[in-house]
C-alpha cells in the first residue's frame, strides 16, 4: 500500500520569496504523483501531476515540483509567491493500476500562509 | 475543462436522519468514482471506490452500512449517510475518473452538519 509524508504541517513564507514543500512518498510499485492545493471550505485543485517522462513537472500559478525516484521525493517549489498563495497544499500518490489511476492517496497536508 | 459537480454543497440536518449527497460528472462518464472525508484542518481520508453498476468497495474502517454508495450510472454516484450523528458532520469530497483519459476530477465537495 502507498502512503504520503508531508514533513511539514506549516510553511510561513514572505511575499516574494521563494518556498519548497516537501513530500515523499512510499510505494511497492511505480506511482502517479500530484500536488493539490485547498483554499478555505473549497475543494481541491490540481496544480501539477507526474505521470511520466521528464522529471521536472510545471504546473498552474507558476508552481513546478521535481520527481526523484531515488529519494522517493516531489517536493513542490515556486521561485516568489504571492498572498493569494496562501492555502493547503495536498500531496497525492496514485498507484499506477491497469487503466491508468488506481485510488488517490493523500498526504496530511502542508498550510502555506504568505505574509505581507 | 471537465467539470465534477456535487450537491448540495451545504447541508444541516438533525441527529437520526439520512443525508444524500450527489456526484456528477457534467461532461464525461466515469466508471470509477471515490468517495473522501475531510475533517478541519485535515487530509482527505479515502472513504470508498465506487464503480458503475457494481458494488461498491469500502476502504478499512469505512461502514458500509452507514455510508451506502450508489452508482447507477456513467454520470453518477451518491453517499447516503444513513441515521447521521454528529460526529458524522465533515466535509465529503468526490472524484470522478474520466472514461477515456483515466484522468482524475474533483468535485468542490459537500459540507455536512448533523445537530
Same mark, same amino acid.
Request: no cysteine; hydrophobic share 25%.
Given at each position: 500500500a502507498q502512503s504520503v509524508t508531508q514533513l511539514d504541517s506549516q510553511v510561513p513564507v514572505f511575499e516574494e520569496a521563494p518556498v519548497e514543500l516537501r513530500c515523499n512518498y512510499s510505494s511497492s510499485v511505480s506511482v502517479y504523483l500530484f500536488w493539490y492545493v485547498q483554499y478555505p471550505n473549497q475543494g481541491l485543485q490540481l496544480l501539477l501531476k507526474y505521470l511520466s517522462g521528464s522529471t521536472l513537472v510545471k504546473g498552474i500559478n507558476g508552481f513546478e515540483a521535481e520527481f526523484n525516484k531515488s529519494q522517493t521525493s516531489f517536493h513542490l517549489r515556486k521561485p516568489s509567491v504571492h498572498i493569494s498563495d496562501t492555502a493547503e497544499y495536498f500531496c497525492a500518490v496514485s498507484d499506477q493500476g491497469e487503466t491508468s489511476y488506481d485510488k488517490v492517496i493523500f498526504g496530511p497536508g502542508t498550510s502555506l500562509s504568505v505574509i505581507p | 475543462g471537465a467539470v465534477v459537480s456535487q450537491h448540495p454543497s451545504r447541508v444541516i440536518c438533525k441527529s437520526g436522519t439520512s443525508v444524500k449527497i450527489e456526484c456528477r460528472s457534467l461532461d464525461f462518464q466515469a466508471t470509477t468514482m471515490f468517495w473522501y472525508r475531510q475533517f478541519p484542518k485535515q487530509s482527505l481520508m479515502l472513504m470508498a471506490t465506487s464503480n458503475e453498476g457494481s458494488k461498491a468497495t469500502y476502504e478499512q474502517g469505512v461502514e458500509k452500512d452507514k455510508f451506502l454508495i450508489n452508482?447507477? !450510472?456513467?454520470?453518477l454516484s451518491t453517499l447516503t449517510v444513513t !441515521?447521521?450523528?454528529?460526529?458524522?458532520?465533515s466535509f465529503y469530497i468526490c472524484s470522478a475518473r474520466a472514461e477515456y483519459t483515466g484522468e482524475l476530477f474533483f468535485g468542490e465537495g459537500s459540507r455536512l452538519t448533523v445537530l
Open positions: - | 452508482h447507477a !450510472s456513467l454520470t !441515521s447521521a450523528h454528529p460526529e458524522d458532520s
